[in-house]
């Protein structure tokens, strides 16, 4: 079995930022891909951020220049730094490894 948590959620003010963790554990030795999603109520799932193994990272044209991966000295955690952060923002974010394994959420709010 494969467990994934995100945290790092939270409540952070316009123009702020926060850091989203996703640490995968179990039967799994490294995560090669990562793709972090984000859902708002009566909303699909909205991938917004993703980077497969060899290193190539692609942006939604939604945070592109304000959200970044990156990676952990362990292969089991991967980050999305957010800056700048908008109400639009708002929503629970979900980190989906090697294209199977989905976390719980985490939320995060912008608001003043």
């Known amino acids: 079995q494969v467990q994934v948590v995100e945290s790092g959620g939270g409540l952070v003010q316009p123009g702020g930022s926060l850091r989203l963790s996703c640490v995968a554990s179990?039967?799994?030795?490294?995560?090669?891909?990562v793709g972090w999603y984000r859902q708002t109520p009566g909303k699909r799932r909205e991938l917004v951020a993703v980077?497969?193994?060899?290193?190539?990272?692609n942006y939604s044209d939604s945070v592109a220049g304000r959200f970044t991966i990156s990676r952990a000295v362990a292969k089991n955690t991967v980050y999305l730094q957010m800056d700048s952060l908008k109400p639009e923002d708002t929503a629970v974010y979900y980190c989906?490894?090697?294209?199977?394994?989905w976390g719980q959420g985490t939320q995060v709010t912008v608001s003043a």
């Open positions: 989906l490894c090697n294209l199977r394994y």
């Open positions: 179990g039967s799994i030795s490294s995560i090669n891909t």
């Open positions: 980077e497969l193994s060899g290193g190539y990272r």
